[in-house]
């Protein structure tokens, strides 16, 4: 690539003394794939022989154990994810400093194991939006269900499969590692370090996603058919009563949800241990803040929708009853487990957009972050009031009732440090001088879709009112609110902006203004509709409803085919930009944040010397205003070289 | 600032509050509330919505004037001036909000208690929710069971649910009253229904493949008529004559949510048409009542071709006694021979 490479030695990896098959790669990640599938079910045979439970081949415990655990396992083994640490476990030699999993020089780089945060950052971003086509794909399906009443195209069980795993892909293989993958490129730079703190673990993270995806997937084609009980998975209904697909869902969330804490807790580390001199906590770009933020939620939250997915599973699997009432569990004990996890995790999918938003926003607008300082605060003050309002979803579950009163309260309250951010960033754009490039449209048109969002949840917030909406296509309006209109429209904002640092070359501004108009349009005809059907009294996740909806559904359906057509406008964009847009210089956007001061993309240790952090990353307009001192770069020589 | 911007800062938010308002005052909401409880929610409902225009338009008008006003020429590359914050205005964003949201939040909790409160005189119901059907029954009447909800008009109703399988939840748009059922548990609710009329009971928790078609209907009576029914139902179910009780049962487990029987009034197309027994009988090969009797009890044993298996809840041969079980068996004989 360049000659920092050279810098570094090659590591004993690939010094091609061993046979092809032993070569960590996608060859020795066939065979062992399928030895270590092997291995479980004939693990689970034998215990069963040994311990005379007929019939011996029971396929539930054997497709958990072979198929979604131990496969799994032998797929990572084979790619080479542990091979550092398996080497230094038996004691051969190995070197702290060994890189040479470090960079890419050509695309087939991305199919390997890669320690460089910024190649996991696009092997992260790929992998999500092709995610995101097949979970909108799914969507379309069930619009194309919804647009007449009664039932048209697909069984009961298919349909419901749609639904659930729509949402499962959305939720756990978009939003959230997309948000991650962004961070991924783009903390290390900002924070002006060479790498995330666990270079290898971050790999590991990474490679456990298409695991997780490809089983939520392919719950599709086992016998019984896909999962059909909701992303929430609800007990009894996912457990006792329903086919072997909900293993599949059981066990997809845990291993999204290992990636998930993995990559906290390495950004966690990160952020603490690794900022460059004079970054103070009162310095980080407001993108640090948010997945520092979102980190804590992560490794604190994650672990309870883990444990609710194993006792589910148990329940399913192993006649356990920690959720079956036939059996003295009790059903509530999952949703009280699971929104634990899962309210957290709807800021862990809008906190990172926060950030996102409030670097576009900043750089465009020309001037300093509004409040700062209270930005970031409210963050914090999210994560805090974020672990006290779980109960808001289980207001008609029967829970205790004197619970509600109070988790009324908490909800409520969160608006507030969610309305200061949105005031700041007005403040932040009122007498800036405002460019409308793809990235501020995106997050201007994300600060009017999430006040949207944001004000039906306070409705919902309301307890009487969330009583007669709950379960209703208001929820789905003002989920798709505030995770399309919100999260989507960030990632894309985020996508747009740290395009050209990431490949090196510029997208088409044309295409992306008109991607985000049909975006912008097409998302408000799809789902602004959705709250009045559910308000007049059309409950969700169903195939067939009142005739009386016939019309608007009929509309909804429509707009959501030209929402979903304006997906082809951007992934034109992006692979006809990425192959042969024009180069792009190291700072397009004017921005002050690290990442900019560097080239694009950027050297493969990202700063020949550590820079120097000398004052607040969004001085625009101060005149001699400096937020690093870097060394005169070796990398702006080659720079030099590539951009005539 | 200027006057002039002020003015104008203003003007964007009347239009942009005046479109929210007209959104929320042209379409239809909430449906027409037909309980007590409904109609408590309703100034609650538009409390909160004009809160929230106010904000939207304040926010709405705030980015409209700024894209139009503060737009950037192609090569103006300066800077804007470096406001780092005012805290005088970070307090009152903080602070108002917070009484906004305070002030929904104790009008909802007296909402709520208000709504919870029984009134005198209770009627009971007890609920049993199954996939993929409801039940009805009035310990004040004998335990008599239906598939349809009826109530009087003005008196406090106070459901009390169990389910039996899995969670399902109680739902009735109009009295905007919603409710899961929770196996193992027993859940409440509580309506005064205030208008008489039919009304629909929709399941609106995920509860497996029938999940959509899991409804029956509310029915709101005068006093009067809610006494005559109940009486005159006791007496239909422990009828001596098979047809009568036959036809009690068939419509107290909703079997014509889902299926076609003429002889009961149902035109579903969920599952097979009842008419059309005797001939699907012969496809299965399996002698007419035995047939039936089976296709109840065990659903799955034969599922006729072009409809999906475990659609048809197993549960009815624990649900029905043998009394109720021979009737529907008896009454399905003999209207499907009729029709």
């Known amino acids: 690539m360049t000659a920092t490479t050279v810098d570094h030695e090659v590591g004993p990896r690939s010094s091609g003394a061993r046979h092809y098959l032993l070569h960590a790669g996608w060859i020795r ?29 029971n396929w539930t415990p054997l497709v958990l154990v072979s198929v979604l655990v131990c496969a799994p396992l032998g797929f990572l083994a084979g790619l080479g994810t542990f091979d550092y640490w398996a080497a230094y476990a038996i004691g051969s030699p190995t070197r702290p400093d060994d890189h040479s999993s470090h960079g890419a020089t050509s695309w087939k780089d991305y199919f390997k194991v890669n320690t460089d945060h910024k190649v996991i950052g696009i092997q992260y971003l790929v992998t999500t939006v092709v995610f995101f086509i097949l979970g909108g794909m799914l969507a379309l399906l069930v619009r194309a269900e919804l647009a007449k009443p009664g039932t048209q195209y697909f069984d009961p069980q298919t349909y419901n499969g749609l639904f659930s795993v729509h949402a499962s892909l959305m939720i756990f293989l978009f939003v959230i590692p997309a948000f991650a993958g962004l961070a991924n490129f783009a903390v290390p730079l900002m924070l002006g370090a060479a790498d995330m703190a666990f270079p290898r673990l971050n790999a590991l993270s990474f490679w456990l996603l298409p695991i997780a995806g490809i089983m939520m997937l392919s719950s599709f084609v086992v016998p019984g058919g896909a999962f059909a009980c909701g992303w929430t998975g609800y007990v009894p209904l996912c457990s006792t009563h329903q086919p072997l697909g909900a293993v599949f869902f059981n066990q997809g969330v845990q291993w999204a949800g290992a990636s998930s804490i993995m990559t906290a807790l390495n950004f966690l580390v990160t952020i603490i241990t690794m900022r460059a001199p004079g970054m103070t906590f009162w310095r980080m770009p407001l993108l640090v803040w948010a997945n520092f933020t979102t980190s804590l939620l ?347 | 600032m200027r006057r002039g911007s002020i003015a104008s800062l203003l003007g964007i938010g009347v239009v942009a509050g005046g479109c929210a308002a007209a959104v929320a005052l042209a379409l239809p909401w909430l449906p027409t509330p037909a309980s007590d409880e409904a109609g408590r929610i309703k100034p609650l409902f538009w409390f909160v919505i004009v809160i929230c225009i106010v904000v939207f338009a304040l926010v709405i008008a705030v980015m409209l004037y700024s894209i139009t006003h503060f737009r950037a020429a192609p090569d103006d590359d300066s800077d804007g001036p470096p406001v780092h914050g005012h805290t005088g205005l970070e307090i009152v964003w903080t602070l108002i909000p917070t009484l906004l949201v305070t002030s929904i939040g104790i009008f909802s909790a007296i909402v709520l208690s208000r709504n919870d409160a029984l009134g005198a005189n209770v009627l009971r119901v007890n609920v049993t929710a199954q996939q993929f059907a409801w039940s009805f ?20 109703v106070l459901l009390t649910f169990t389910a039996k399988d899995v969670i399902h939840s109680f739902w009735v748009p109009e009295f905007s009253q919603k409710q899961d059922t929770v196996p193992g548990i027993t859940t409440s609710v509580h309506i005064t229904p205030n208008r008489v009329g039919t009304f629909p009971v929709i399941c609106t928790e995920l509860c497996g493949l029938g999940h959509s078609v899991m409804r029956t209907q509310a029915i709101v009576m005068s006093p009067a008529a809610f006494e005559k029914w109940l009486h005159g139902q006791a007496k239909a179910v422990s009828s001596p004559s098979s047809d009568v009780a036959g036809a009690a ?87 499907s021979k009729k029709g």
Not at chain 1, 35 to 51: D, H, I
Not at chain 1, 450 to 458: A, C, D, E, Q, R
Not at chain 1, 546 to 569: D, H, Q
């Open chain 1, 29 to 57: 990640a066939l065979w062992m794939t399928a030895l270590f599938g092997a291995f479980g079910f004939g693990l689970v045979v034998l215990l069963r022989w040994w311990g005379d439970w007929q019939p011996v081949l």
């Open chain 1, 298 to 644: 992560v490794v604190v939250a994650t672990p309870f929708i883990a444990g609710s997915q194993f006792f589910s599973m148990f329940d399913h699997v192993m006649h356990t009853a920690f959720f079956d009432p036939g059996n003295g569990g009790y059903a509530l004990g999952y949703q009280h487990i699971f929104w634990f996890y899962s309210h957290p995790a709807v800021y862990i999918m809008m906190l990172p957009g926060f950030g996102i938003v409030s670097e576009v926003i900043a750089v465009f607008s020309r001037k300093p972050i509004f409040g700062y300082r209270l930005m970031a605060l409210s963050l914090m003050a999210i994560v805090v009031l974020g672990f006290s309002v779980w109960a808001h979803h289980m207001f008609v579950s029967g829970m205790a009732s004197y619970l509600r009163v109070p988790m009324m309260i908490t909800t409520l309250l969160i608006a507030v440090p969610t309305g200061i951010k949105i005031f700041s960033w007005l403040a932040t754009i009122w007498e800036g001088k405002l460019h409308f490039n793809t990235p501020m449209l995106f997050a201007l048109g994300f600060l009017s879709m999430f006040v949207i969002g944001g004000l039906s949840g306070v409705m919902l917030g309301a307890v009487p009112i969330d009583i007669h909406v709950s379960d209703t296509y208001f929820i789905v309006a003002h989920i798709h609110y505030v995770l399309f209109g919100g999260s989507v429209f960030t990632i894309f904002a985020g996508m747009y902006y740290w395009f050209p640092k990431m490949t090196g070359r510029m997208y088409n501004e044309r295409l992306g203004k008109l991607h985000f108009w049909l975006v912008f349009v097409g998302f408000n005809l799809t789902f602004f509709p959705m709250h009045l059907v559910g308000m007049e009294g059309m409950p969700r996740r169903v195939a067939d409803y009142a005739p009386k909806f016939a019309n608007l559904n009929m509309f909804i359906s429509l707009a959501s085919f030209g929402l979903g057509a304006s997906t082809i406008v951007f992934l034109y964009n992006m692979i006809t930009s990425w192959r042969s847009g024009p180069i792009a210089p190291s700072n397009p956007w004017r921005g002050m944040t690290l990442e900019w001061q560097v080239s694009s993309p950027p050297p493969i240790f990202n700063f020949d010397e550590i820079p120097q952090v000398v004052g607040s990353p969004y001085e625009y307009g101060v005149p001699g205003a400096q937020h690093a001192i870097l060394a005169p770069a070796r990398s702006k020589e080659i720079e030099e070289v590539t951009v005539p």
């Open chain 2, 137 to 156: 029954s009035y310990p004040d009447a004998k335990g008599l069971t239906s598939g349809t909800l009826r109530l009087p008009v003005n008196r406090s």
């Open chain 2, 249 to 335: 049962v068939f419509k107290n487990n909703q079997c014509g949510a889902c299926h076609t029987l003429k002889a009961a009034g149902a035109s579903a197309a969920t599952g097979p048409d009842l008419d059309t027994l005797p001939a699907l009988a012969q496809g299965a090969g399996t002698p007419l009542e035995e047939f039936v009797r089976q296709s109840i009890v065990d659903p799955n044993a034969y599922v006729q071709k072009g409809y999906p298996r475990n659609v048809m809840p197993a549960t009815y041969g624990k649900a029905l006694s043998k009394q109720e079980l021979d009737a529907l068996v008896q009454y399905l004989i003999s209207s």
